[in-house]
């Protein structure tokens, strides 16, 4: 494997305006055929696509949260997160408890 940098890439991260966290991939086979290079400027986590990446957070989330606890518990959990409201009016207590395997 060999890494590369790519100085615009560089330039573009430090850029105040842009902070731009580019990367590129193309992948080299021994018999000399090569993929297509990939390259990507803006990733979905940044500041510029945070409304793409929004909805992958959330399903990441609800993922997560489904394979580590029952389902009754797993749609309480989603439920609160899902309601910024009802969240910041829990208890610790009440928060601590909805995490808690049963």
Known sequence: M???ENAAFTKDYYAADKRYIG????????????????????PIGHRRRRAEGRPLLVKKFE???AAHFPPKQ???I???????AKL?????NEFVSALVLS
Do not use: M, Y
Request: glycine content about 2%.
């Open 88 to 92: 910041d009016a829990l208890s610790v």
């Open 23 to 42: 990367n590129a991939l193309q992948v080299f086979f021994r018999d000399g055929s090569a993929t297509p290079r990939v390259q990507i400027d803006v």
């Open 78 to 84: 989603q439920s609160l997160f899902a309601n910024p």
């Open 63 to 65: 993922a997560s949260v």
């Open 74 to 76: 797993a749609a309480l």
């Open 2 to 4: 060999e890494v590369r």
